[in-house]
């Protein structure tokens, strides 16, 4: 494949529906052909499972159940949109990928980091990311800002406990891949964030 894969991932509420608005703007200004997803859904078939994962009444459901669900709206994503495009040459940006699914099912539900891989590398073909970047913001303050927001769904509604299992999970998931996942401090300004992110992707790759 030639065209470049980013991801952004984080705890809900650390910023990444901002700067991914920001950096496909970025690019495509500089000229680039930008094909913007976001998970669970990105497409027709992925945006009703993700109705279903995000569906407050859905509380009864199945942490195994919830991991498949994530690996089909994500195999649905892949073979629709990710890999034709990737093949194009396009740069693909998608707002997280299948490192959230290690850190909230592997690690924060317990399912195992294992288990989760195997589901996704079949889903996904083991397709990954070139760059991905972690927006560090502490779970606390993450929530804060998606409460200002908007109403929780499901999984915003979840206990602290849980967030902190998160967020202790990327680090982990970072320390496992310091070359792929680029950190950044999500405490700053908006627009210092977004110089950040064009900074290293300049930086690297053009
Ligand atoms: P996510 O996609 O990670 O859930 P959003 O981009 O939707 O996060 O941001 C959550 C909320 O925080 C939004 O109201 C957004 O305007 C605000 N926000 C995003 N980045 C910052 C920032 N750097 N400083 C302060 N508020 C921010
Ligand atoms: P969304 O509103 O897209 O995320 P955010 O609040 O970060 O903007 O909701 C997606 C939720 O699904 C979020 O809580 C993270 C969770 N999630 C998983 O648990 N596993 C996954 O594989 C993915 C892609 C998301």
Do not use: W
Request: hydrophobic fraction near 35%.
């Amino acid at each position: 494949m030639s065209g470049l894969f980013i991801t952004m991932e984080g705890t809900d509420g650390s910023g990444k529906s901002t700067q991914l608005n920001l950096l496909s703007q970025y690019l495509e200004k500089k000229g680039f052909n930008i094909v913007f997803v976001r998970e669970p859904g990105g497409t027709k078939i992925g945006e009703k499972i993700r109705d279903i994962i995000l569906d407050i009444n859905n509380k009864k459901m199945d942490y195994m159940t919830e991991a498949f669900l994530y690996a089909s709206s994500r195999s649905q994503l892949v073979n629709e949109i990710i890999a034709p495009e990737l093949k194009k040459g396009s740069i693909v940006i998608c707002d997280r990928f299948v490192d959230s699914s290690i850190v909230y099912q592997g690690i924060a539900r317990n399912i195992g980091i294992d288990v989760v891989k195997k589901i996704n590398n079949i889903a996904t073909g083991g397709l990954t990311p070139d760059i991905t970047f972690f927006l560090d913001l502490s779970p606390q303050e993450a929530i804060k800002r998606k409460i200002q927001q908007k109403e929780l769904d499901r999984l915003e509604s979840e206990k602290d406990y849980f967030y902190k299992k998160v967020y202790d999970g990327y680090k982990l998931l970072i320390s496992q891949n310091s070359e792929r996942i680029k950190v950044i401090d999500a405490t700053q300004s908006i627009e210092n964030i977004h110089k950040n992110i064009v900074n290293y992707i300049e930086s690297i790759f053009f």
